[in-house]
């Protein structure tokens, strides 16, 4: 029976689930007596709501401690093996799948190298298909354990009633590429267990703002620096993220041609494909045959050589100049939406690192309002190369939240549509 505002009965009860679950995933373990005030729920309520999780095996004991003058309290925790997720990265380089359980702890992986051609449709379907069965056959896991599959793809992803989650890949050749239909077709999983696609960027964002560097912040911009550039926009309005495509804004009106087929695009100077393709112009030894990350490790060896070699003058001036064009290029997010904190991730930002990072910070301060630069901080992320895979993870398991802790129904929808309230309604500890 629903209610005056529209609410039954099993929404009530899952919504209370959803507030529980959430508060011991982010804030436990906790007591009885402290998860009444932290969900704005009544004591019977928590006790009725925890006799329930508990007896789904989603909430286990976690020890004791002294009340004031009283028994000792149980602590209460999310069991960490009551459920399952994987994460896809689908990145420039490389298919990256991993295996969590509930808590994230990784359990099993598998990478697939790309070649220069690897991004061929039929490829990353087989590869993300074979990635899939293989960590599940390593953690010895059946597939009907499963919450769901999480994927970060590059592009911009919409969502159709016929085919699920499109993606509109340029930069790597795909038009209107219908992956979650493909992905299903050639799934070894069942029927009843998602997959959930989204930009890679934006998972990286979420990783970041559920577990990184992100966390507390009202407003962040996540940026992924990879092969390419793009960006994750997070707002008091847009709090489960908004990717943006910041990598194809233009940063030199008839400059280099980028990847995706325009002039002047901030990921043709920025990217760490075009950074090495400018030092091999300008005279760089890059081995054709060489991947990207290795060859970007040698052109940092080459510009900041230890023991106080005399220094590559060429591979030092293409950087310097890369953290130009990628601060002026953070100057247009500081400008635009006025971000507490900028983070820079993937895995040529995270090569990077420290020794970059000044120079970026530097020259986006000088290029910014001086307003908007003056309250924002530009740093690192704190998860490291498998932040995409996180982040693709937590849309199944920011779902099954939404769901009250229930697992997947017979016939799942994409996307799921409850996963963003479960983002949004997260509150970090």
């Known amino acids: 029976m629903a209610g005056r ?73 999310v069991a960490p093996g009551s459920g399952h997720m994987i994460g896809v ?16 702890t990784e359990l099993a992986r598998a990478e697939r190298p790309l070649t220069r051609r690897g991004h061929e ?38 969502h159709t009633a016929e085919d699920g989650a499109v993606v509109h890949g340029q930069t790597i050749g795909w038009d209107a590429v219908p992956l979650e239909r493909l992905l299903r077709a050639a799934s070894p ?4 267990v998602p997959y959930t696609i989204d930009n890679g960027a934006r998972t990286l964002g979420q990783a970041e703002m559920w577990f990184g560097a992100g966390r507390g912040a009202r407003n962040a911009v996540v940026v992924l620096f990879g092969s390419g550039v793009g960006a994750s926009l997070v707002t008091p309005e847009v709090e489960q993220g908004r990717a943006v495509e910041w990598g194809h804004l233009t940063v030199r009106v008839r400059g280099r041609r980028c990847r995706c087929g325009a002039l002047g695009c901030l990921e043709a100077y920025a990217g760490a494909e075009s950074l090495l393709a400018r030092w091999r112009e300008a005279g760089g030894t ?34 310097e100049e890369t953290a130009e064009y990628l601060g002026a290029g953070l100057s247009d997010l500081i400008n635009l939406f006025q971000p507490e904190r900028i983070l820079i991730g993937g895995w040529a930002g995270l090569q990077l690192g420290t020794r970059f990072l000044p120079a970026v910070r530097r020259h986006a301060v000088s290029y910014a309002l001086r307003h908007p630069a003056e309250k924002v901080t ?44 479960a983002l949004r309604e997260r509150t970090p500890r």
């Open 378 to 421: 530009v740093d690192l992320g704190r998860l490291g190369p498998d932040a995409v895979t996180v982040g693709a993870a937590i849309l199944p398991l920011a779902a099954f939240f939404a769901r009250g802790g229930r697992r997947p129904d017979p016939e799942p929808q994409s996307p799921p549509p409850a996963w963003r309230t």
């Open 189 to 192: 999983l069942p029927e009843t």
């Open 286 to 319: 890059v081995p054709e045959d060489t991947d990207e990350e290795t060859a970007l490790t040698g052109m940092l060896a080459a510009a900041y050589p230890p023991g106080g070699t005399a220094a590559d003058p060429v591979a030092l001036s293409v950087l």
């Open 5 to 77: 505002n529209g609410r039954t009965v099993r929404d009530l009860r899952r919504a209370n689930r959803t507030a529980v679950l959430q508060r011991l995933y982010f804030d436990g373990p906790l007591s009885r007596f402290e998860l009444g005030p932290a969900t704005g729920l009544s004591s019977g309520s928590v006790s009725n709501v925890v006799a329930d999780l508990v007896a789904d095996g989603l909430v286990q004991e976690a020890g004791s401690v002294d009340s004031d003058g009283g028994r000792p309290r149980t602590l209460l925790e």
């Open 89 to 104: 990265d689908v990145g420039e380089t490389r298919v990256r799948i991993e295996l969590f359980d509930l808590t994230l």
């Open 121 to 158: 449709v039929e490829a990353i379907v087989g590869h993300i298909r074979d990635g899939v069965a293989e960590v599940l056959a390593t953690a010895g896991l059946a597939a009907e354990r499963l919450l769901g599959v999480g994927i970060g793809v590059p592009g911009i992803v919409e």
